[in-house]
């Protein structure tokens, strides 16, 4: 049994996360502020002995613990929420990081962080493989997400070279499953709430833009595989599913699979969207033993079935 922290654990991918690590047979304490985060993602996890739930913002110093490991996944990561409060983003991502860091060191912890493919913003090398630094506006309304974990990277790198912290970054791509929020305003949870409620799907732009979208369970499984390797391989690793798809597709898929009557409208595409998306996994694969198995379909299928448990929940999606 290992100690884990994990930072952002009430959030979606966090919940799943701590779900995977108490079946496991670890202790786990969740840290969150709830921004993004329910208490009632972790909810089934309450009455274990070996899970404990603390609300701390982590731009301030984390709580001196016994951890062996430690998972960084605090981070506000869908663009409505992300660019609600753009410094605290920023400050969630390099404080956060540093702090995450600071205690790893103290105690000697392994030290994990969920990057993202935005780190390599409009991207002009498709796939993308990890050796691509990536295009990103410094300056534009997605910076401080993208910005702030680069320089999170950059934090963990300067880290395992200076003071020997054993480091470990994941870029994580697109990636959907149950406990998202119904207005987390991210495309897959978007079309499914709109789809259910019969109301119109909003795709921004043309919808010819590509994400390749991940489902929840296959990222676990990965993140856990890339925390097992030896202390010399740092990363960064990317984690994604490459099927790669256009929005339009994704949104007429979401219609047929849910008997839907909602229309298709076109809005506005957003500054600085990136084109196009889809994960180079060669390194995942070699190093990890890892790709993913849960295909859009299945995925979808189980995201639709949750959703409509949860639809009678109002929402102005
Ligand atoms: P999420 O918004 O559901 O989870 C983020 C969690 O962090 C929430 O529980 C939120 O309350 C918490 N949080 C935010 N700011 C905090 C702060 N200052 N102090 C403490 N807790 C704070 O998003 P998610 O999709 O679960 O993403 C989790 C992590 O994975 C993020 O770091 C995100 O950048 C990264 N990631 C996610 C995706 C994706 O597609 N879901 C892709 C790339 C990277
Ligand atoms: N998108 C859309 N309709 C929505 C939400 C998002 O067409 O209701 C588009 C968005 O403009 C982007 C893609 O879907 O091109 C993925 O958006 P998301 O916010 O899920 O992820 P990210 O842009 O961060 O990859």
Known sequence: MKNILVTGGAGFIGSHLCTRLINDGHHVVCVDNFFTGREENVAHLR???????????????????????????????????????????????????????????QVKA?????????????????????????????????????????????????????????????RIFNTYGERMLPDDGRVVSNFVVQALRNRPITIYGDGN??????????????MMRMMATDDDF??????????????EELARK???????SSEIVFEPLPVDDPRQRQPDISLAKEKLGWQPTIQLEEGLRRMIAYFKQQISIPSTV
């Open 47 to 105: 009455g274990n002995r070996r899970f404990e739930l603390l609300r701390h913002d982590v731009t301030w110093p984390l709580p001196l613990a016994k951890v062996d490991e430690i998972y960084n996944l605090a981070c506000p990561a869908s663009p409505p929420y992300y660019q609600n409060d753009p410094i605290q983003t920023t400050r969630t991502s390099v404080l956060g990081s540093m702090h995450a860091l600071d205690l790893a060191h």
């Open 110 to 170: 392994k030290v994990m962080q969920a990057s993202t493919s935005e780190i390599y913003g409009d991207p002009d090398v498709h796939p993308q493989p990890e050796a691509y630094w990536g295009n990103v506006n410094t300056v534009g309304p997605r910076s401080c997400y993208d910005e702030g974990k680069r320089c999170a990277e950059t934090l963990f790198m300067d880290y395992y070279r200076q003071y020997h912290v054993r480091i470990k970054i994941v």
């Open 209 to 222: 833009q590509t994400r390749s979208f991940q489902y929840v369970d296959d990222l676990i499984e990965g």
């Open 234 to 247: 740092t990363g960064p690793v990317n984690i994604g599913n490459p099927r790669e798809f256009r929005v």
């Open 254 to 260: 979401v219609v047929a699979m849910t008997g839907s």
